[in-house]
């Protein structure tokens, strides 16, 4: 069967799986057209850049090559092009594509600027994760086979932050027992490919065999809800206003700063209920302290102790000038900070 001839089936059938929702049936490429369709179909996602890497006995080849998402729909040729690509590098070598676009042609987390799905990679022999994957709810929009485990993807109407989308990758993980892969740069297997892990007597073949029949996106409130871990991953802290390392402020621990400043307690979860969103009455707390810094995933602040200083105060969290030394004081008496005429050049060059 040709590729056009096999995808011309799998138009047909619609590729709607069965009521039980395997797709092991359909031809491979045909699979992987529609895997690609699927996963980076989101209008969100066009004009990204899909990192295809493969990885040898020496080394991984990360960016290797990008493929460009076009507008949805795909016309014909980039998808055959896409499989045929794909298709070519897995005979050969371990075949990876990044989860989620890249803004630009690159292997970085940064360049992810938008997440249209969430993942999980259920490892066979964690001997765990299969079996509550089997059992999770919502059902996966998505199930591929790896040849060692399996990787379920959950297909988001509305794009998250990717930020976000690896809090709540970790939150799946943790329900399922499962690797934590959540992070935006990760790469996985693609279908139609081959595991060619020296560990295998032969290569094993990399397929889709699960989708969700019936429901195009899965329904993400219902991810949210689930309980983190006792370590949910940490964000990213955005530099503060003064780049130095001399600060004393800066070495007051957020754990103690935070309930301080905010006036109110932190949780044995260290979750704080934001001050900041929703007239300040949140329920649950969304405000997550880590040791160097602060995010709420909510309404997405984040920073260190001057910023946190600077919203409660009312400020917009980017104290400057006359305002920051000001800010800078008053944090001084509150921690009863005694500054060195090193620690104090650091305001002084504000
Ligand atoms: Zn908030």
């Known amino acids: 069967m040709t590729l056009a001839a096999a995808m011309a089936a799998g138009r047909e059938a619609g590729l709607l799986p069965e009521a039980n929702g395997d797709v092991r049936h359909h031809p491979r490429p ?18 990204h850049h899909i990192e295809v890497c493969r990885k040898t006995t020496v080394g991984w080849e990360r960016g290797w090559q990008h493929l460009q998402v076009p507008e949805p729909p795909w016309p014909q040729d980039v998808v055959e092009a896409a499989v045929d690509l794909l298709i070519g ?3 050969t070598h371990d075949c990876y594509v990044g989860v989620l676009p890249r803004a630009q042609p690159s292997s ?10 969430l993942w999980a990679d259920c490892d066979l022999k964690s001997g765990e994760a299969v079996p509550r994957l089997r059992a999770f709810r919502p059902r996966p929009s998505m199930v591929v086979d790896s040849g060692g485990g399996r990787h379920a993807y959950w297909l988001l109407e509305q794009p998250l932050d990717p930020h976000e989308a690896q809090l709540l990758n970790a939150r799946i993980a943790h329900a399922l027992s499962s690797d ?4 935006p ?6 279908p139609a490919t081959f595991n060619h892990k020296p560990c295998y007597p032969r290569p094993r073949p990399v397929d889709l065999v699960y989708v969700n029949p019936g429901q195009a996106w899965a329904p ?3 991810l949210r809800a689930l309980p983190d871990p006792p370590d949910p991953p ?3 802290v955005p530099p503060s206003p003064i780049g130095d390392r001399d600060d004393p402020l800066k070495a007051i621990p957020a754990p103690v700063y935070v309930p301080a400043l905010a006036g109110r307690e932190m949780g044995r979860d260290r979750k704080v209920r934001c001050p900041f969103h929703g007239g300040g009455r949140e329920r649950t707390p969304s405000l997550h ?6 995010k709420c995933w909510s309404c997405d602040r984040a920073g260190g102790i001057y910023q946190l200083a600077d919203l409660a105060d009312g400020g917009d969290g980017q104290p400057r000038g006359e305002r920051f030394l000001e800010l800078q004081r008053r944090l001084d008496d509150l921690f009863s900070v005694r500054r060195t005429p090193k620690s104090a050049a650091a305001g002084a060059r504000r």
């Open 220 to 222: 993400v409130e219902a």
């Open 180 to 183: 934590r892969v959540g992070d």
């Open 234 to 236: 940490r964000p990213p």
């Open 89 to 91: 590098v897995g005979e």
């Open 185 to 190: 740069q990760r790469v996985l297997r693609p």
């Open 108 to 117: 970085l987390g940064r360049d992810v600027q938008v997440a249209c799905c």
């Open 30 to 47: 045909v699979r992987l057209a529609f895997f690609l369709a699927r996963l980076y179909g989101h209008p969100a996602n066009a004009g």
């Open 289 to 294: 302290v880590y040791d160097d810094g602060w």
